[in-house]
């Protein structure tokens, strides 16, 4: 392991061997891990790397089966979270949960505001000392705002704030920019270097690998639960850290293949739904990928859901093949050949309680039919032969979803829309908290789609996959569509430009 | 643990069991259990529970309830006796009652999926309003004069067997109903309604028009039953089967049917139903007193929403240690 200087400060907590096995398997083997003060450490590893074990390892949440954890260079054994907590450790994670109706001072001084006589809570000293924990993270908010309506980011540095009012030294951010847009990381990042300059430790995970090189010092590597490498970030290419990830040389990450456009298969015009969008027009050819770019609450998402009929539209019209959808219904849109990826996969895309061969024979309830009764095998040989088409990894086919990693999860929701051979594809952040390597394999099928005729719209909010994936670019902002980019002329800078409504396009 | 075991924790397969094991216990201790009158008795009061248990099952699987089936069985009830002293044909009353309950149901229905309402509260409302109805019609009467052929259909047995005649057309009921629930691609759809509605809206499914369809089917059985509840005790009243909702809701929670739907099967509500009703019957036969005999159902009704949980918790547990014996972390 390459430490910073033999000179330099002690690391305030450290990982010595740790194991961890969860019945036959073993998460985590003989893991090291350093975190000095006042740097910033990756964690990088694909889904089932062990990450999550090692981040509730030292949340508490875990108990190792071998190894040592260090806090000053004293060994610690936490018992449960609160221990972690009262040791200075504290986790941020990707989705705050603040309670509403109290104001963001409240919520972070739950349960032991400051009091007066009688016990009574002294608002006046809860206000000042949120007031100075937001001074100290160096952002303006103010404390007697209800936490209902702060924007994710927000909600997370409040949650950050309350990890100081614990005194925390170490920091643990599992995914906090999953949810964020392009400003609120920028706002985060403001705050983690604020708080390294001040001397925290902090642990950060992301999958979006150019975070990683942006803010951290460090980066470790796990690989199948096992450490790979510890080492500066400076020098390093990401390249390079997708080779440790994934242990080999990974095919090219956005493998996209020219394809000669062909009819239109979609065709949306002047779509309008009050309020959330105006005026939406473009057109989608058969063997096209078109990217559809813009900043969290554009409208993307909005004019996907209306184009398969999820919401109703005001104005307009939809068509897929020359033919007319019926507004607000997705079974004529399912039927005319349209089918939807959709952004939340969990409570949109999968019945998470239900099996893997059921969730994919839900799309097939009129099709897997016979004298009107379900037939079982055809439903199971379809259920099977997409499953396996696109090598989602389950122990078998009557599990429920909710036993896979979030990658898998995401080919059962693919793998239950190309099994109604769509002629239009509309996916919505398609590889959204997807390890890197399932994302080139998703972009793999999305290219060989669009070259088997499908027409196919990608909603990204990952820039690097819109450039990567897209033979056109359009561009939404407030509700509007902004801009149509072509490939040749689409760069970070052109889309976004047309997605902060800069430019006129 | 083997496999095999993990499944028998299910729990309609418990309560299947324990009827078994009731049934078995009452046959060798309880005296007057076993002769053929008591055990038509058991079956005739039970048919009516079993009957709208048979639609609301299906409705608490899409993740809604009817609380007004009852006061539908009540209100057609009501009609039928009203509409008979006016002396109307009886074989054009019962369609028209069978209307009415569709009507009913048909109510429930748009509320909930127009107005987007909750059920349950819908629901209350016509509890009480559809109650108030059949007191409008037919006051505090009593119509028992209905056509001899037709109070013997619904109070006799088969032939020198125990089973009522009613039993025959309800075991037909009980088949169509277990094919849409389990069989068929309607049924599968309300398993996905329940479990997760708006997973099923984006995957094509038809879910309001899916639950207006249950609502109108339950109004329908509602009144059904009441047409039977009338003329097996051969007493049309405004307040015939009061409570009855309660009897149903408690059966088919005890069947293991999930209240935030999504889960169960109709084998196993049906067994609820008759484990209800075979316990009544048995508490009667031992003189256990009319108010011990609610505390004993209340308390089921707990153990109802609590087993099922647990043992799911149980095979959860079993299936998470499984799952993570061969992926390593989430």
């Given at each position: 392991m390459t430490h910073p200087s033999d000179t330099g400060p002690a690391p305030v907590l450290a990982l010595e061997d740790i194991s961890k096995s969860f019945g036959a398997v073993r998460a985590l083997r003989d893991v090291s891990l350093e975190l000095f003060p006042g740097e910033v450490h990756a964690l990088a590893g694909e889904n089932g790397a062990g990450k999550s074990t090692l981040i509730k390892t030292l949340a508490g949440v875990h108990r190792p089966d071998a190894g040592r954890v260090l806090l000053d260079g004293r060994p610690v054994v936490f018992h449960g979270p609160g221990d972690a907590r009262d040791a200075g450790i504290a986790v941020i994670y990707q989705e705050p949960t603040l309670f509403?109706?109290?104001s963001i001072a409240e919520n972070i001084f739950m349960g032991r505001q400051p009091r007066r006589a009688?016990?009574?809570?002294d608002h006046k000293a809860t206000h000042t000392a949120t007031l100075r924990l937001m001074k100290r993270l160096g952002v303006e908010l103010d404390p007697d705002r209800p936490a209902r309506g702060l924007s994710i980011a927000d909600q997370q540095i409040v949650e950050i704030a309350k990890a100081l009012s614990f005194d925390a030294r170490v920091l643990i951010m599992d995914e906090p920019t999953a949810a964020l847009t392009g400003s609120e990381v920028a706002r985060l990042f403001g705050v983690v270097r604020t708080l390294r300059e001040q001397g925290a430790a902090v642990l950060f995970i992301s999958h979006r690998l150019e975070e990683i090189f942006e803010i951290c010092q460090r980066v470790t590597t796990l690989r199948d639960g096992a450490w790979i490498a510890s080492e500066p970030?400076?020098?390093?290419?990401e390249d390079d850290l997708v080779r440790r990830m994934v242990g080999r040389d990974l095919e090219e990450l956005y493998p996209k293949q020219d394809v000669e456009p062909g009819q239109v298969a979609l065709s949306v015009r002047r779509l309008t739904r009050e309020g959330v969008f105006t005026d939406v027009s473009f057109e989608v050819r058969h063997g096209e990928i078109v990217g559809l770019a813009g900043?969290?609450?554009?409208?993307r998402t909005e004019v996907a859901r209306a184009v398969f009929g999820i919401d109703r539209w005001d104005a307009g019209e939809v068509e897929v093949e020359g033919r007319k959808l019926t507004n607000g219904a997705p079974s004529t849109a399912m039927a005319a050949g349209l089918a939807l990826v959709p952004e939340d996969r969990r409570a949109q895309g999968l019945v998470m309680g239900m099996s893997i061969e059921r969730n994919i024979g839900l799309t097939g309830l009129r099709t897997t039919v016979r004298a009107g009764l379900m037939d079982r095998g055809a439903e199971r040989d379809r259920s099977l032969d997409w499953a396996v088409k696109l090598q989602v990894k389950y122990a078998r086919i009557a599990d429920a979803v909710s036993t896979l990693s979030g990658g898998n999860q995401q080919k059962v929701v693919l793998a239950k829309w190309l099994a109604t051979g769509p002629k239009v594809l509309i996916v919505d952040e398609?590889?959204?908290?997807?390890?890197v390597g399932t994302k080139a394999e998703v972009h793999r099928l999305l290219s060989q789609l669009a070259a088997d005729g499908v027409a196919v719209l990608m909603i990204s909010s990952d820039l690097p996959e819109i450039l990567g994936m897209a033979d056109r670019v359009l561009v939404m902002h407030e509700g509007r569509l902004t801009a149509e980019i072509p490939r040749a002329e689409a760069t970070e800078e052109t889309v976004m430009a047309a997605a902060t409504g800069r430019a006129a396009a | 643990m083997p496999e095999s075991l993990t499944r028998a924790v299910r729990w309609d397969t418990v309560v299947g069991a324990l009827l078994i094991l009731l049934l078995l216990l009452s046959f060798g201790t309880v005296d007057g259990f076993g002769n053929a009158l008591n055990l038509s008795f058991l079956i005739g009061n039970t048919l009516p529970i079993a009957l709208i248990a048979l639609p609301m099952t299906l409705l608490v699987v899409a993740g809604e309830i009817d609380l007004s089936v009852a006061s539908t069985a009540g209100l057609s009830g009501a009609v039928m006796g009203k509409l008979w002293n006016d002396g109307m044909a009886i074989e054009t009353i019962i369609p028209l009652c069978l209307l009415l309950g569709v009507v009913c149901g048909l109510v429930n229905g748009l509320l909930v999926t127009r107005l987007g309402l909750p059920s349950l509260a819908v629901t209350i409302g016509t509890l009480a309003a559809y109650r108030g109805i059949a007191q409008i019609v037919l006051g505090s009467d009593a119509v028992t004069d209905f056509p001899t052929q037709y109070l013997d259909f619904a109070s006799g047995r088969l032939g020198n067997t125990f089973l009522p005649q009613a039993f025959l057309p309800f075991l037909v009921l009980l088949a169509i109903a277990v094919v849409v629930l389990h069989a068929t691609p309607f049924g599968r759809s309300l398993f996905a309604i329940g479990a997760s509605e708006e997973a099923a809206r984006f995957a094509g499914i038809r879910v309001k028009r899916h639950k207006l369809i249950l609502f109108t089917v339950t109004g329908l059985m509602a009144s059904l039953t009441g047409i039977f509840w009338a003329l097996h005790y051969a007493s049309a009243r405004y307040d015939n089967a009061t409570g009855l909702e309660l009897s149903v809701v408690a059966a088919v929670l005890l069947g293991g049917i999930d209240f935030d739907g999504g889960r169960g099967t109709l084998g196993g509500a049906i067994a609820g139903v008759f484990l209800l009703g075979a316990l009544q019957n048995v508490m009667s036969l031992l003189n256990v007193s009319a108010q011990s005999q609610i505390v004993v159902t209340g308390v089921l009704l707990v153990i109802s929403v609590l087993g099922p949980r647990v043992a799911r918790q149980i095979s959860v547990a079993r299936a998470g240690r499984r799952a993570a014996a061969s992926t390593p972390t989430s």
């Open positions: 509403p109706d109290l009688l016990g009574r809570i970030v400076e020098g390093m290419t900043l969290v609450g554009a409208g398609p590889t959204r908290g997807i390890d | -």
